[in-house]
């Protein structure tokens, strides 16, 4: 529908300036079809766009390669270009091929011929690259801050209900005595794997491309470093032709980071959705994250839950989709690396969209202890029995067979009792020595870590629009 709308309204609008054929004599329809869907995404960077030049003016300044003059019109250009961007007046409209040519061409109209120095000893090759990697470093920590929000959130519920007890499961069927906070802090603790994991995936994206241009320099004795030090960069990529070779490697990078975060939040929201059932009932979810059924009135339906689940599958679909783009590909810049844009930006809002709907549901969430305890009776408490004869000196291959045998004939062990079931569990990581105290200075180390970035990536952009930094 929205593709319709955009060919009915084709008609009326400007005709496009595309930055590489200023004499428009090219085929209407190869501009069409080359932009494609690109000005919506590229929405979603216009304000990196914005940022990545002012650090690119700073490294033409440290490179001689400005007069003094032509870099204070440019910085305090751009510098109104960004607030108009966060007013809404500096968009990206249908005259334009891509955000580049937006702001480029929002630049020229203001400064003229000054403006037009700003594509000094850049491509748009090196430009979508920085755009990207400052876009990635704003959505990593901000994902990052979401996932510690429910990992925290599942350490509390841990700690609320360490001894609300029930069976835990091998092959979907009941294997041994389990509690909420075992549970819990698992999921926790698997979340935490992969926020640890995020300073390697930050160390690639913390790399500037500008100055790399198409893929292979610049006859300019440019400052590649300036540049990256004014945008908060740690360091320069390197080599200029791994920048191209590099597209949508980082992206595979991030969304890869994506999806094990969402393998974590999946089987959350699938535990829940499953023990929150009738048939299970030691997991309660609250009536208002529910909804009901056009047809059953009876029914409380854990759609946010499911949809948490979808979103979560969804990723490896955008991930899958990156790596068929980038793969097979010889070295160099292809304009197949436009369509890498789409599956990123849409995987990382799913991202978010998956850690707030988890961020919502978990701190709500409810036990019915009594229901949990009363499902360990019978064969979920058979090792228990197979371990007590073996404290008594039987060996274990007898005691398993005695109680395998007792099974048979019907017997039932009865519950010793919440407390001695946790008790007997006092190795680390188990049912009576979770390690909260442990597992939260994880998370203070990865909060630390964050806080640590997102000041320094923050202070540097704060600099370049401007802004006054304390």
């Known amino acids: 529908m929205r593709r319709a709308r955009r060919a009915v309204r084709r008609s009326r609008r400007p005709a496009l300036q595309p930055l590489w054929s200023p004499d428009g004599a090219l085929d209407r329809r190869v501009l069409d079809l080359s932009v494609g869907d690109d000005r919506y995404w590229d929405s979603y960077l216009i304000r990196f766009d914005v940022l990545g030049s002012l650090g690119h003016v700073e490294g033409l300044r440290a490179s001689g390669l400005l007069t003094g003059a032509e870099y204070r019109r440019l910085r305090a250009g751009l510098r109104r270009a960004l607030i108009a961007v966060d007013r809404g007046r500096l968009v990206i409209g249908p005259e334009h091929e891509d955000v580049h040519s937006a702001v480029e061409s929002w630049l020229t109209r203001r400064l003229g011929p000054t403006g037009e120095r700003l594509h000094t000893g850049r491509s748009r090759n090196d430009q979508i690259a920085c755009d990207l990697r400052l876009l990635l470093k704003d959505r990593l920590l901000g994902l990052a801050y ?96 791994a920048v191209q070779n590099g597209r949508g490697k980082l992206e595979a990078a991030a969304l890869f980071w994506c999806a094990q975060l969402g393998h974590d939040l999946s089987r959350c929201a699938g535990d829940v959705i499953l023990w929150s059932a009738e048939e299970y009932g030691w997991l309660r979810l609250p009536a208002e994250l529910t909804t009901g059924s056009s047809i059953m009135p009876h029914k409380r339906n854990p759609d946010l839950l499911e949809l948490a689940r979808a979103r979560a599958a969804a990723l490896e679909g955008d991930l899958a989709a990156v790596l068929a783009l980038r793969g097979k590909l010889v070295s160099g810049y292809h304009r197949d690396f436009q369509l890498l844009k789409e599956p990123l930006l849409r995987g990382l809002h799913r991202t978010l969209e998956l850690l707030s709907i988890m961020g919502l549901v978990v701190p709500r969430l409810e036990v019915d202890r009594a229901r949990g305890l009363a499902a360990l009776e019978g064969g979920a408490l058979a090792t228990d029995e197979v371990m007590r004869r073996v ?40 049912l009576g020595r979770l390690g909260l105290p442990e597992t939260w200075r994880r998370w203070r180390a990865v909060t630390r870590w964050c806080e640590r970035e997102r000041e320094r990536f923050d202070r540097a952009l704060k600099r370049l629009a401007g802004r006054r930094v304390p």
């Open 146 to 241: 979401g996932a510690l929000t429910v990992s925290g959130a599942l350490l509390e519920f841990a700690a609320q209900n360490r001894t609300a007890l029930w069976p835990g499961y091998t092959h979907t069927r009941r294997a041994m005595p389990s509690s909420a906070g075992l549970w819990a802090t698992a999921i926790a603790e698997g979340v935490l794997d992969t926020l640890e994991a995020l300073p390697a995936l930050w160390a690639q994206v913390d790399r500037s491309p500008l100055g790399s241009a198409a893929g292979y320099g610049v006859p300019l004795p440019l400052d590649r470093g300036a540049a990256a030090r004014a945008l908060g960069f740690a360091a320069v990529e390197h080599n200029v032709a």
């Open 391 to 430: 404290e008594l000196g039987i060996p274990f291959r007898r005691a398993y067979r005695e109680v395998a045998a007792e099974l048979k004939r019907g017997a039932r062990f009865p519950s010793p009792g919440a407390a001695r079931l946790i008790s007997r569990r006092s190795s680390e990581g188990g």
